[in-house]
């Protein structure tokens, strides 16, 4: 086991024990936010065929001098496939959208027109493969769609069904157990008796594991608070996710209610401890192959702690690239602490004429909430950098959509 | 009805025809990406009461000089509640986020100390109230924590559990259904005949409702291609959803598939078209009191018109700020069209050393999927515009996350 490393080895033996997941099959009307597994191709043309970009006629002739007369043959409605091709000489009626005949050179605007029982003239010159929608000029046939990788939207999702794909081979999202740790903390619908809190851990935690596109395997605070049973439910959560986060109880190092529980259930200690603030008492332990995190109990240096431990294993696991968003920028304010290890400040990051800016939050002790509010972003100071002032060059951490 | 009015009065009269709904308790462990629907206020102090903020000894006295020694009565492990006080010249020990004892004038750490069996002898200089943290340092009783329209993350989802509210008061999510027109246009999971092709739409306005934070009601494409049975699939839709969306059909004016089916179910129609491109033949209207939207059937004009006329009233209806993100941004790239009407072109948008840049995406007909990949942006462009020249400065709508 590893002692009070550096967070970029933590996380290196993090994504070494980490796994990405099998795929599954998701419908295309549930796949927004999933990851695709798989390059898709181009199976044909899109469109297939050629179609008409306005109503009007279609013109079996590639250009015709104003006054050209046309004799009518048919029309094609909105759904219908001709049948009969259009010859030089001939206009057939078509729609916005719809299906030109074979043989068509140009259409012509409705308006551009003037109409017969049996013919039609034009009104106007007519140029080469003017009004059509030309097959593939969307995509063409061969062409890589969308890579493996890619976070499914609703443009992506408009183009894998554009191309008939209504089963979509997706990483399979990963299922996480949370066990909020500490004799003194109890579930928010609990009544509390003097020196007890209510777990904001994992709540938050429940939130940062749905956007990163997990899903919570049932827990239940109240049936395990004896802590005997504590390693039976590790056990059980450890079978049943592909990842178990603990909360609390990773002070006092090797004496603590974390570690001494890893230790119950034979954990693999990989690391104990990072050179960072907050939230340096954190660990990572194997049971079995599931990767268990145990992360500060207080609520800042949690979502930190989450945020440089937890997401790149879980965006792994989809396969994602694991690393964040990072930005230089320009801090609007001060901070007057200096970093001891490398210190996360909780702030807000803007595009501002300049480029990046970020403000340092109020309220950054780890154990306070407040700074998690209007957080969209870590401030990454160095070991050993003196205070922050106000104008300095920071790197940051995007968390979030940055305004 | 009106007709091919400005974006503006469009926007205007769905908004005015659009109704909140009602709020709903949702569990805290659920709750990421609701609508707080009620102010939270704190009902005490966050913290309730002071803690320790290190593994240490409290002190009944606020200073005390190098080599002072106090009498040790006794610890406080983590959970405990301490019933005894600490008197001036006696230490009890204390842990990191535990209660401390009633008298604590300040807290020493365990290694700024010398422990014998019932004595403790401090090695630094105390100082009134050191490492403790007070009670309401994070949140004072009576302070607003959040207001209504929150949008809940993380953040917010711990703060309200610290404040022990497991079920959170939240606007329901709009119920959606998706009806898309077009005899030629089958579900992705149909084989195709010539002439037809894949409904794109659907699937790509279920993500974007998704994104919205919608839940669609289930559509059955096959069972109602019959055009009879269109006017009893939109009743029915209509008596159980909060709104109705059609896609495709909007050409033609009165005789469009769309109008003929609003018709037939006697919706009142509130406008039809709109002064901008893509997607200028679309139309709102009300069955009873629930609102139809009608969208062009073309991919990126589907898109356009839902950013533009459903967002807006599915934010309302969940108790959010209707109007989105706009910002100035600097053009990267030219784009060869003017605009007659008000123009929505796809960008990218991303914030660089000179503030936001938006780059003009390639495949710009409303038939084309492929803008649709990268976009994060429309740019806003005023009627009787030139075409844009690179470097020009442009209004645009941020859609989500831009980099």
Redesign the interface.
């Known amino acids: 086991m590893k002692r009070d490393i550096d967070v970029d080895s933590a996380q290196k033996l993090i994504l070494e024990n980490v796994c990405q997941l099998p795929a599954e099959r998701c419908h ?6 999933r990851i695709l597994a798989e390059s898709v191709l181009a199976e044909r043309d ?4 050629s ?1 008409s ?1 306005v ?1 009007g006629f279609a013109l079996g002739d590639e250009s015709a001098q104003m006054n050209c007369r046309f004799h009518l043959t048919g029309f094609v409605r ?5 049948g009969t091709a259009v010859h030089s000489g001939e206009a057939m009626g078509v ?3 719809g ?1 030109l005949p074979s043989g068509t050179r140009s259409v012509i605007m409705h308006e551009k027109t003037a109409v017969e029982a049996n013919s039609i003239t034009v009104l106007e010159e007519v140029k080469p493969y003017q009004n059509i ?1 030309q097959a593939g ?3 063409h046939q061969g062409e890589v769609l969308l890579p493996p990788g890619t976070f ?16 979509i081979l997706v990483y399979r999202r990963p299922k996480v157990a949370i066990l909020s740790l ?4 109890m ?3 609990q009544k ?17 594991l ?2 990163a596109g997990c899903e ?1 395997t049932s827990i239940d605070l109240e049936s395990r608070k004896d802590s005997q049973e504590l390693p039976v439910y590790l056990d059980a959560a450890a079978c049943s996710a592909d990842s178990v986060i603990l909360t609390g ?1 990773t ?2 190092g090797s004496q603590s ?1 974390a570690r001494q529980l890893l230790d119950s259930v034979q954990a693999r200690m990989i690391y104990w401890g990072t050179d960072s603030q907050p939230g340096s008492h954190n660990g990572f332990a194997l049971i079995g192959s599931v990767p268990v995190f145990a992360l500060s ?3 800042a240096a949690c ?1 930190v702690g989450f945020t440089l431990f937890v997401l790149p294993a879980v965006r792994h696991m989809q396969g994602i690239n694991p690393d964040p ?1 990072k ?1 230089r920028a320009r801090c609007t304010n001060s901070f007057n602490k200096g970093a001891n290890s490398r210190r996360y400040i909780r702030g807000r990051a803007r ?6 800016t970020v403000t340092v939050l109020p ?1 950054q ?1 780890p ?4 700074s ?4 969209n972003a870590l401030i990454e100071v160095a070991p050993g950098s003196p205070p922050l002032e106000a104008g300095a060059s920071v790197n940051i951490i995007l968390l ?4």
């Open positions: 295309i009307m549930q796949a927004f936010g899109l469109p297939p065929e179609k970009a109503d909105a759904g219908e496939y001709p729609v916005t959208g299906c929608k000029e969307d995509y499914l939207h609703s443009g992506h999702i408009a183009l894998l069904a554009a191309f008939g794909h209504s089963d500490g004799k003194n903390i579930k928010c619908s509390l008796e003097p020196g007890q809190i209510w777990d904001s851990n994992s709540p938050m935690l429940a939130a940062l749905h956007q919570l109880g002070y006092a209610e109990g207080n609520p979502a968003k930005v595009c501002s004429d300049q480029g990046w309220g002790k154990s306070m909430i407040r998690l509010i209007s957080c979030e959509e940055a305004d």
